[in-house]
């Protein structure tokens, strides 16, 4: 028989949403574990981060900030990835934090962190502790390289695990020298894969009871995403290189110019139908009736001068302007959009894919939707990504039944700081 | 109930290539019973793709399908045909799940839209990846992973460390296909929720993925800070710049982040301490910032005379995040990946032994198995049609005869 506490909310809010009886004690920080939990709290859990003073999630003082004007409140990064989550404050390197913690995660069904491995551990907070204050508890520890091996230990963001999965030597342009990707990658893309495990556990214990503890290295959650690359090692021994923005047989395939600044085009034709109505829309220039253009293996081996008479016609148009020509002639073609083309692209807006959230002290401000549309969960729960504490006096006082008096001291000792 | 999380769903796939397959393949992992629907005769595009061992093609032996498609049942069904409609229907019956990736209106088209499926099974969960989702403006557009990866806001920012001449150095999409895959797993979350959300109403779901919008929501970060001061981030500006670098070692190259003070001196003990380290032009993150396109080369002349692994070690030796920029034969041969059993063979009929990547978690209790290799084309027709919907061998002959499996 789990205990649950009565949580402060909206009634009627979370009504249909599927984790709404779920509570999530959540020590993680940056994105990696916030992005899970910022998903699951949108899809109902009651998501309790449990941050700290002594050392606030860096994401806090993560640029751009609202309106330009810093403040740990205010960074667009913390509170998108942080929206639907409640903030208590909780400093686990005081002895008598752990004691408070395992109340918290007493009431919890799951717990998610991405400490350095051991940390937990060192705080008294280590699965084998808690799942003695919870049976059934699900834990999930996020790590780089995993709790386990010799480089479990290893210091690494984001960037060092695309190089270590070996993306981002297969990132580059055609001369071969490997790029980073534009940004955090792995992290989001970790968030999402350990979503998936999370509901799978929860699904099982619902059915048998039974509770576990999950490891996730986000350099394998990368990994899984670069099967040929690797197949292609371990069955040819052949080393693959950055091919830019080529594909092993489509042609053409690639950004082109269009009018303006940093406008491009991407065009993939991945068949003659494709070709031959690409041609039409350029209204059948002699060269397009060359015999070395005329068959898919000699577009791909003439690519370079392919790509120039064609960039010779998009650069005399608008990027949204060529998606629209070639997408209606059949063509798969899309412009590659800055974040603000992306906000007032029509297609997301009718989709209502941008929503927007009051924050209590950078007021209205967007945010993004959940990337899926079920037919039976049409309101995920939107509501402000918390600023630093904000609901200590509702998880310490009625949540977990500290009386004031003993909240005050151990403010006052900065146990809760 | 089976040792694995998810033994008793079971889903039917009507997928090709990626999005669709690796969802369900997420699934199969899992220990969900999965039936794989295949077109007769070509099968999944992937089967085209390769990885192929020695470079020759062949349907049953291309890396990206072998790998995409694990631990399922496969069939054949033409869905052209009225009976291919009906045995589809026959399996959705039973199934918990439908997951696909055909165009808008395709399901439609060939009498196997929601609207009949729901019909047929009242609690099924259909699952439909597409490019941009069953509504909006460009419902009916086609994309391939360029495409939505430039789309997404991705491309836009990538290379990320700045660029020189955002003409000459233009947009860069990811090596491999990261929006098919990360779309496919997106589905997989958004099915694993509709699924939650059914046990508890007992009523059907269908649940509408897009890949734009599954890819963008990874863009956020070096993206959305638009949302918040109105300046959409290009290649050359970033809040992280001047902060990473790729240097170049004796043989190959490293990444080395240097977010903070303590890093950023920890790294100039690693170097040695240099002469030109103790300039004042570098004396703080923000200075080193706009100084960056001087620092690289000067750590670049250092790091170039060290392996891999010696600038790694030293680095880390120091705790400062230092990882080689892994080719993929560095990554099959890691020692940390092999403590870790992270790649996994299968014993192929036809491609023999076949090594790939293994789980992207570890469930202490109820693990990640790879159980069976990708079904060969129509493989389990018998033991589905015969063993399952009573249909007879010699039924099985007609079907294949006229052109339905």
Known sequence: MRERAKSKRIPGKTDGLPLKDIRIADFSWVAAG????????QMGAEVIRVESRRKLDICRNQPAFADDVPGINRSYFFNIFNASKKSCTLDLSKPRAAEIAKKLVKISDIVIENFAVGVMEDFGLGYDELS??????????????????????????????????????????????????????????????????????????????????????????????????LMDYAMNDRVRRPTGNMDEAMAPHGLYRCKGEDKWIAIAVSNQAEWEALCDVLG??????????????????????????????????????????????????????????????????????FIEIEHPEVGKRPSVAVPWHISGVPSPDYFHAPTLGEYNEYVFHELLGLPRERIAKLIEEKVIY | MGKQALSDLKLVEYGDFIT???????????????????????????????????????????????????????????????????????????????????????????????????????????????????????????????????????GYVTPGG????????????????????????????????????????????????????????????????????????????????????????????????????????????????????KNDVFKDRLQRSANWDVIEPLMAEWSKDYTKEELTERGQSKRVPCLPINTTKDVLESKQLAARKFFVKVDHPEADIVKMPGAPYKLAKTPWLLKRYAPLLGEHNEDILCGRLGYTKDDLVKMRQAGVI
């Open chain 1, 34 to 41: 916030p992005w899970a939990t910022a998903l699951m709290a």
């Open chain 1, 132 to 229: 003695k204050v919870k049976p059934d508890l699900i834990m999930v520890s996020i790590s780089g390289l995993g709790q386990t091996g010799p480089l479990k230990n290893a210091v690494c963001w984001g960037n060092n695990l695309h190089a270590y999965s070996g993306l981002t030597g297969l990132t580059g342009y055609t001369d071969g020298q490997p790029r980073q990707m534009g940004g955090t990658w792995a992290d989001p893309l970790t968030a999402v894969t350990a979503t998936f495990a999370i509901l799978a556990a929860l699904h099982h214990r619902d059915e048998t009871g039974e509770g576990q503890h999950i490891d996730i290295s986000q350099c394998e959650a990368t990994m899984a995403q670069l099967p040929e690359a």
């Open chain 1, 284 to 353: 059948n220039p002699n060269w397009t009736k060359e015999e070395r253009f005329s068959y898919e293996l000699g577009r791909w081996q003439n690519q370079d001068e392919l790509d120039r008479f064609i960039e010779a016609w998009t650069k005399e148009h608008e990027h949204y302007e060529v998606m629209n020509l070639l997408q209606k002639a059949g063509v798969p073609a899309g412009p590659c959009l800055d974040a603000e083309e992306l906000y007032k692209d029509r297609h997301l807006q009718a989709r209502s894919h």
């Open chain 2, 20 to 154: 669709a397959p690796y969802c369900a393949k997420l699934f199969a992992d899992m220990g969900a019973e999965v039936i794989k629907v295949e077109q007769p005769g070509t099968g999944d595009s992937a089967r085209r793709a390769g990885p192929f061992p020695n470079d020759t093609p062949h349907p049953e032996k291309s890396g990206l399908f072998l790998y995409t498609n694990t631990d399922k049942l496969g069939i054949t069904l033409n869905l052209e045909t009225a009976l291919g409609v009906k045995v589809f229907k026959e399996l959705v019956q039973h199934a918990d799940v439908l997951v696909e990736n055909n165009a808008p209106g395709i399901m439609d088209k060939l009498g196997v839209g929601y609207e009949t499926l729901k019909q047929v099974n009242p609690s099924l969960i259909m699952t439909s990846i597409t490019p941009f989702g069953q509504t909006g403006p460009y419902r009916d557009f086609k994309t391939t992973d360029l495409i939505t990866f430039h789309m997404s806001g991705y």
């Open chain 2, 162 to 277: 700045g660029v020189d001449d955002p003409d000459k150095e233009g947009p860069l999409k990811a090596g491999g296909r990261q929006s098919e895959f990360a779309s496919g797993l997106t589905a997989a979350v958004a099915t694993m929720f509709a699924f939650l959300a059914r046990k508890r109403t007992g009523l059907s779901q269908y649940v509408d993925v897009s890949m734009l919008e599954s890819m963008h929501c990874l863009s956020l970060g070096p993206t959305a800070g638009y949302l918040y001061n109105g300046k959409a981030p290009n290649r050359m500006k970033y809040g992280m710049l001047g902060s990473l670098a790729n240097l170049p070692a004796k043989d190959g190259y490293v990444c080395v982040g240097l977010f903070d003070e303590g890093q950023w001196l920890r790294w100039v003990e690693v170097m040695g301490t240099p002469d030109w380290a």
